[in-house]
């Protein structure tokens, strides 16, 4: 169905066309065509189309197949290196009744290459929280998306119809839950919580490479620092590469991190009362994360809210981003004002 305007007609994302068969891509390509949904897929090398094809993917030999065969959606799962060259090729033939998204973990960047391609009018940002340290179609699995998060995100110029869609292929097409925010909330909220942490990881990993008793230390690691240093494993290049993406905002948070760790020694070589109370208070800070956390293990139900989405171009984008901010899910949506959520991520 695609993009629809009739005022109580939800748009739907029937058929979807996916560009890159990576891990990310891959493990979509194949959520989607599980769950019944037309999947069409291109990928720079024909290595996979194979087993694609046995998951019941169609494969094209070109990228701009996918936009002449005018799916309701067509999903960038390139890495962000390649996206200028993609977005060139896609942009003389996307036809207008497609919406343009993608799965990049960084929004500003790629809405800055889309609006040099002449193609933000058709475009509607997504990150999914999904993957692992693997990459590759071999690595994809359909599961990656169990009860996964995407944040769904907009500017001034977003077309609250291509929203919808691309709301249906997450909620309806994946099985998914959504949140919906503006890019620049978005990249410093994935600096925080993805790109800054693979930075400290690694530097946990560097720290144990270079000191002389590392055979030691290494026999003594279990569980505390097989936790802080999982992401480190991940192919360096693809690490580098996200941290770059986001430079400004993960500088600023390493800057902030390491006055923090700064302080923390200050106070624990003093040694005195008053450093040694203000030790107690570092470990004080986390206290609603750690009764968020306890919550969670505790498998406590979550709580049900219908969210009104104004639906008109003056309100939608400040409810959405305000649900968002409330620890509001998007489950599904009932009409074109109206959203079931969960509560999920609010810390008191």
């Not at 993009?3 to 390509?29: C, F, K, M, Q, Y």
């Not at 760790?261 to 203000?278: I, N």
Request: glycine share 6%; proline share 4%; aromatic share 4%.
């Amino acid at each position: 169905m695609g993009v629809n305007t009739e005022p109580d007609v939800l748009p739907e994302a029937r058929v979807i066309a996916v560009a890159g068969l990576g891990l990310i891509g891959g493990s979509l390509a194949r959520r989607l065509a599980e769950c019944g949904r037309r999947v069409i897929a291109w990928n720079h090398r024909p290595a996979p189309y194979e087993q694609a094809r046995a998951a019941g993917i169609e494969c094209v030999d070109d990228v701009t197949d996918l936009a002449r065969a005018v799916p309701d959606v067509l999903v960038l799962c390139t890495p962000l290196k390649a996206m200028p060259d993609v977005l060139a090729k896609l942009a003389p033939v996307l036809d207008s009744r497609t919406v343009l998204t993608d799965v990049g973990s960084v929004k500003g960047q790629v809405r800055d290459e889309v609006k040099a391609a002449g193609l933000n009018d058709l475009y509607v940002g997504a990150h999914p929280m999904a993957g692992n340290e693997f990459s590759g179609y071999a690595a994809s699995d359909p599961s990656l998306y169990d009860d996964a998060l995407w944040a769904v995100t907009f500017d001034e110029c977003t077309s609250y119809d291509r929203l919808l869609v691309v709301i249906d292929m997450i909620c309806e097409g994946v099985g998914d839950r959504i949140i919906a925010i503006d890019d620049d909330t978005h990249d410093q909220a994935a600096a925080l919580i993805s790109h800054m942490p693979h930075v400290v990881s690694t530097a946990l990993a560097n720290e144990l490479a270079e000191t002389p008793s590392r055979n030691i230390a290494q026999a003594l690691a279990a569980g505390c620092w097989r936790d802080m240093t999982r992401v480190a494993l991940t192919d360096p290049d693809r690490t580098r590469a996200m941290v770059e993406e986001d430079a400004a905002n993960v500088a600023q948070l390493l800057h902030h991190m390491s006055d923090r760790l700064e302080s923390m020694a200050t106070l624990l070589e003093s040694g005195d009362d008053e450093a040694l109370a203000q030790v107690r208070d570092f470990f004080a800070v986390a206290r609603p994360y750690r009764e968020y956390k306890a919550r969670e293990r505790g498998g406590a139900a979550h709580e049900s809210v219908t969210v009104r989405i104004g639906g008109d171009e003056a309100s939608w984008r400040d409810q959405l981003l305000a649900s968002a901010k409330r620890g509001e899910h998007i489950m599904h949506m009932t009409d074109r004002t109206h959203a079931i959520a969960e509560i999920r991520t609010a810390l008191v």
